[in-house]
């Protein structure tokens, strides 16, 4: 495990040689199943929260892109097969963005070594931008590939604040 060197940061890339990314990995896929079975309680609340990426944020911006790419993979793929939803023909897309979320985060969080609003939204914004013109290739409806900017700020919002509070409370942890 190598520390990210930045001024009272303390932000982590780890490699697939360490159990310590399998366990944390682990750790983040599970409230990336958790949170959003509790989610979809709400009507259209899959769609409105996008509760399926927060902890593939924080797990990758914390402790970099290797351990956020296992939590970006197995968790839809999880989800998928113990609840049904996602449902399969929406896999290709979630799993996409949550890729793009893992890569992005975990590499921003190297470059920078600082977990600032600023940084947070540009990842968020990053990916969902790069995962809608990605969507709308895959399924040539950019009414849907645009979905999560429709009804999705909630979330968007959600994973910008909220992931960014996460964030540095593990990092002063």
Partial sequence: MQPISAP???????????????????MFVAGNIILPQLVHLIPQGGHIWLPIYLFTLIGAYKYGWKAGLLTALASPVINSFLFGMPMIGALPAI??????????????????????????????????????????????????????FRIG???????????WAVINYLIRK
């Fill in 153 to 163: 700020i909630p979330g968007i919002l959600v994973q910008i604040f909220g992931g």
């Fill in 95 to 148: 799993m996409l963005k949550s890729v793009l979320l893992a890569l992005f985060a975990g590499i921003t969080a190297q470059r920078t070594g600082k977990a600032s609003i600023l940084m947070i939204a540009a990842v968020v914004l990053g990916y969902q931008v790069a995962g809608t013109a990605g969507e709308w290739l895959m399924c040539g409806n950019l009414h849907e590939a645009i979905s999560d």
């Fill in 8 to 26: 009272r940061t303390r932000l982590y890339s780890l490699n697939y040689n360490e159990i310590r990314t399998y366990l944390v990995a682990a």
